[in-house]
């Protein structure tokens, strides 16, 4: 059981070293930054730091404490989003967090805290179909959510080129994040990618890596021309196959839904390397319960099929600061594919960790350590 609790500990910082694989209609106003101020070693000494509830977990480490109905909101595309912010009159640099398929801004719980608690200025937000966000039928893609950390990350955290983001993803959020650093530089400072997925081998072409059965027959492999546009004013006319393809691909996308849905916990253990506490897994069947989550999952599902650009031309486009922290227990992203992105970006500081796919829920002292250590290094 966690126990509530409005301090924290500091993590540590350490020395900066690189090293070698082994094997848009938001504001947000913000204080004038002040001139630096010394980083506290004891709890309390930052007595002007926002931060949202707090906790503490069974080994008294220090997160966000879980809260039903949500944190801040922005709107985006006429949509309410939700986004949680800590540190906001800190001096430090902006990090911006994006999660993964399923996750939501919650699943930063750990990392919020800890880097507010160093001075940085964090934000997490829950991409559209996600978390306490609308579940809404719309062109979910890779574009579709790399717009929206662009536009996040500029009007709510309020990057500018005089005043850069570090922007970190988990997963698929880490193609969000690449895309919103390749394709908004002037905003980023840093990308951090945290168990990527995407397929960066040579001659790969845009969507899933591996599409199973499942999302075959919710059209992942029609490609971009052929998966239709759900809020489109104007659909054309459906031929007797499409209708009968769509109401297919629904029927499996509401079945695998369902089935995920009981699974939850059994999911997250086969993907972690330590205990999966049921705050997490509570946060995450939340999402599940908003009635236009059936409809949403059968979006998410055609994501891949809608994407037109593939991980690997993302990042030979980006050129800024890169960090691979990377946890080395992931059945889904293996080390190997590290090393594929270190073949394509030998620069690039890999931070590897024990820890399965959600390093940064997993490892939270070591990831938010590691994270915040890279992230100071960099230059403005």
């Known amino acids: 059981m966690a126990t ?25 106003t913000r204080a004038p930054r002040s001139a630096p101020r010394a980083r506290a070693a004891v709890e309390g000494a930052r007595p002007s730091l926002s931060m949202p ?11 966000l404490a879980l809260q039903t109905d949500g944190w801040s909101f922005w709107e985006w595309r006429g949509h309410r989003c939700n986004y949680i912010s800590a540190g906001e009159t800190n001096d430090g640099p902006i990090v911006v967090l994006v999660h993964g398929f399923g996750a939501h801004s919650y699943h930063w ?61 988990n997963s698929i ?34 969507g899933p890596e591996k599409p199973t059965l499942a999302q075959k027959a919710v059209g992942q492999t029609k490609g971009p021309d052929g998966i239709r546009d759900p809020t489109d004013p104007n659909p054309r006319p459906y031929t007797a196959l499409e209708r009968a393809q769509e109401a297919i691909g629904r029927v499996v996308a509401t079945g695998i839904f369902y089935f995920t849905k009981v699974r939850i916990k059994t999911i997250l253990e086969q ?10 897994v509570r ?52 080390p190997s594919k590290a090393a594929r992105i270190l073949e394509i970006k030998p620069e690039a500081y890999y931070a590897p960790v024990v820890a399965g796919h959600c390093p940064h829920d997993d490892a939270p002292v070591e990831c938010s350590a590691k994270l915040a250590d890279w992230a100071e290094a960099l230059p403005a």
């Not at 509830?53 to 997160?63: K, Q, T």
């Not at 979006?299 to 890169?322: C, H, I, M, Y």
């Open 53 to 63: 509830p707090l906790e503490r977990d069974d080994n008294g480490v220090e997160r």
């Open 109 to 169: 719980r750990y990392t919020v805290p800890a880097l507010a608690r160093r001075g940085f200025r964090v934000y997490a937000l829950c991409m559209l179909g996600y978390g306490w966000s609308p579940k809404v039928e719309e062109p979910y893609s890779m574009e579709f959510w790399g717009q929206q950390v662009i536009d996040f990350t500029r009007d709510v955290a309020g990057a500018s080129p005089s005043d850069k983001a570090v922007v970190a993803g």
């Open 271 to 280: 993907v972690y390397e330590y205990r999966v506490d049921e705050e997490l």
């Open 173 to 206: 959020g880490a193609l969000a994040a690449l895309y919103a650093a390749s394709t908004a530089p002037e905003q980023c400072r840093g990308l951090c990618l945290v168990n990527s997925a995407g397929n960066f081998e040579e001659g790969a072409k845009p």
């Open 283 to 334: 946060s995450i069947a939340l999402a599940a319960e908003d009635p236009g989550a059936i409809g949403t999952f059968y979006q998410l599902s055609l994501a891949g099929g809608r994407t037109r650009v593939t991980a690997g031309e993302l990042l030979e486009k980006f050129d800024g600061p890169l960090m691979l922290l990377w946890g080395e227990k992931d059945p889904w992203m293996t």
């Open 4 to 28: 509530a609790s409005p301090l924290a500990s500091t993590l540590p910082s350490g020395a900066h070293r690189h090293s070698k694989l082994r094997g848009a209609s938001a504001s947000k």
